[in-house]
Nanobody, 124 residues
């Protein structure tokens, strides 16, 4: 059983930055693909970014490409999401997730374990 704990959310003004972190325990972290998703009020959960176990391949939603950077530290079993140039439409609860197979990094169904989420609010 893998447990994930997100941190780093908060309130920031438009144009600002936040760094989210996700700590994993249990399982073999270095073998998993990792992803970040978000869910805004009244909307479905959507893909934000993902990274392969090796860290050599990353994937981004078009809406965050060029602004967000996903990274991982297998030695510390953590994955991070650096969010720059934040916009009010980035406001959501952000979730990290683990994928054992990672066949379709953008698909919610690909992920096996989820964190509890952390709130990000961007004010205009």
């Amino acid at each position: 059983q893998v447990q994930l704990t997100e941190s780093g959310g908060g309130l920031v003004q438009a144009g600002g930055s936040l760094r989210l972190s996700c700590a994993a325990s249990g399982g073999s972290f270095s073998q998993y693909g990792m992803g970040w998703f978000r869910q805004a009020p009244g909307k479905e959960r959507e893909f934000v970014a993902a990274i392969r176990w090796s860290g050599d391949s990353t994937f981004y939603a078009d809406s965050v490409k060029g602004r967000f950077i996903i990274s991982r530290d297998n030695a510390k079993s953590t994955v991070s999401l650096q969010m720059n140039s934040l916009k009010p439409e980035d406001t959501a609860v952000y979730y990290c997730a683990v994928s054992d197979g990672f066949g379709s990094p953008l698909a919610i169904s690909e992920y096996d374990y989820w964190g509890q989420g952390t709130q990000v609010t961007v004010s205009s």
